[in-house]
């Protein structure tokens, strides 16, 4: 007789969790597993961009090697995200003998522990297991979701009701036959038949050929909840996903377990894909009949060359639908209580790139022109060329007491904000050792709300 799993939830802030595997599964498991709390020990000699970037930042930590049965030592949970049977199923038998439970990415069957569905929604979890079905969890989970992204009335979800009332009233109203219990998430086990994804409906090519589509998704500053309803709708409809490294980890742990995970992280100062490689990946899928989504941190049109991807599939008669971002220019500040603009204050802010030196031939911006601005001035990718940045912009008349702010990781639980002026916010940043992804903020603004 099979006997159905019994749905828990894992409390692991603090907890060793060992990930086994560098690649595209992992790349999907870990942010859920750091927004948890865990201590991640990640096993694998090569990592994905996207991977190497959280290790970078401190977050978990890497032994660069294949797994070596001490690494179990101290473990609450292993994952297995490799796709060699043998190797997994050796480590799977290991973790077995110190009863760890173990999730196994390649044998759903033979893992101790199965990963559900999941969708996140303010405090609310829900995690469906479909009986061994990834779709039909996918399915009901979806359908959940709907309901939740309706905004039920506030009592609708009140501590008063119990938490196994409401998640059973979310699974028959999105027509799941199930059983859900929760105090303050909820678990289901799903029986909804998976309906699949009729979002890459193909279009005839000029050649008969059937061609998919491509859509160039914002994701949004770093807090997953603050991508558009219709963002989410089309990521939960690919068939393939091309996402870059600011995209919020935890979009990535919601995706179906058979979608294609691209990572095309382009690190700053380190490994990056060409953008022509990116661009041919768009093309390629779509013309081989995949719906394709270009995910991208913030706006794909605000420097996320969106315009170059959308050229590039236009170019193959691709058709491609833009779905607009938050951007971090306005939410970074928004987040660390800086209004961009402010009465009486700033009539005006403009949105300039750093990513280039302001003396480098190959700048398109007059800093000169910026100095002699008396509004808002905010700066994406600048934090390497902040000194001259500072000094040119000194030199040409804004005052070295301009208050300033630096905003790292702006609307996520790893926010910092610095503050200070305009002349000293070069070292400043470099003493506290603020790292990218960060906005920096210049102008009288950064203290309108204050006292």
Not at 179 to 205: E, H, I, K, L
Not at 230 to 246: F, I, P, S
Not at 416 to 429: I, K
Not at 438 to 445: C, E, I, T
Request: glycine residues 10%.
């Amino acid at each position: 007789m099979t006997s159905n799993p019994y749905p828990l939830g894992l409390r692991l802030a603090g907890r060793r969790v060992v990930v086994v595997g560098g690649g595209a599964v992992a790349t999907r498991r870990v942010p859920a597993l750091l927004d948890a709390g865990a201590d991640v020990l990640l096993v694998a000699p090569e990592l994905t961009p996207a991977l190497r970037a959280q290790v970078d930042a401190g977050r978990l930590h890497w032994v660069p090697r294949r797994f070596a049965v001490e690494d179990l030592d101290g473990a609450w949970l292993v994952q297995v995200a490799i796709d060699d049977p043998m190797a997994a199923a050796s480590v799977s038998a290991l973790a077995a003998e110190r009863r760890i439970f173990c999730v196994r990415a390649d044998d759903r069957t033979a893992a101790t522990a199965w990963t559900p569905a999941v969708t996140r929604h303010g405090p609310v979890t829900v995690a469906v297991l479909g009986g061994g079905d990834p779709r039909r969890a996918m399915t009901v989970r979806d359908a959940i979701r709907d309901l939740l992204a309706v905004r039920l009335a506030p009592e609708r979800l009140a501590p008063t009701q119990s938490g196994s009332d409401a998640a059973a009233a979310m699974a028959g109203a999105a027509g799941a036959a199930g059983a859900a219990a929760a105090t303050g998430s909820a678990a289901a086990t799903g029986s909804a038949a998976a309906t699949g994804s009729d979002a890459a409906t193909a279009t005839a090519g000029a050649a008969g050929r059937q061609v998919g589509r491509v859509a160039l998704v914002g994701a949004g500053p770093g807090d997953p909840e603050l991508i558009t309803v219709k963002g989410w709708r089309l990521l939960t409809e690919a068939d393939v996903v091309v996402a870059d490294r600011l995209v919020p980890g935890l979009l990535l742990d919601e995706l179906r377990p058979d979608v294609e995970l691209v990572d095309a992280s382009k690190i700053p100062y380190g490994p990056s894909r060409a953008q022509e490689e990116i661009n041919q990946i768009l093309v390629d899928r779509a013309l081989a009949g995949a719906f394709v989504v270009r995910l991208k941190g913030g706006d794909p049109y605000v420097f996320g060359r969106g315009g170059e991807e959308l050229l590039a599939c236009a170019a193959a008669g691709v058709p491609v639908t833009v779905v607009p971002g938050v951007t971090s220019s306005i939410a970074a500040a928004s987040a660390a209580g800086i209004p961009v603009t402010h009465r009486g204050v700033a009539h005006e802010f403009t949105v300039v790139s750093g990513h280039v030196a302001p003396d480098s031939p190959a700048s398109l911006v007059r800093w000169d022109a910026l100095a002699g601005l008396r509004g808002t001035l905010v700066i994406l990718m600048g934090l390497k060329n902040l000194a001259a940045i500072s000094e040119t912009l000194i030199a040409h008349g804004r005052p070295p007491q301009t208050p300033a702010a630096v905003v790292q990781e702006g609307t996520t639980g790893a926010q910092r904000v610095l503050r200070s002026t305009l002349g000293a916010v070069a070292a400043d940043t470099l003493a506290a050792d603020v790292r990218p992804p960060a906005v920096v903020v210049l102008g009288d603004v950064v203290g309108a709300l204050d006292g």
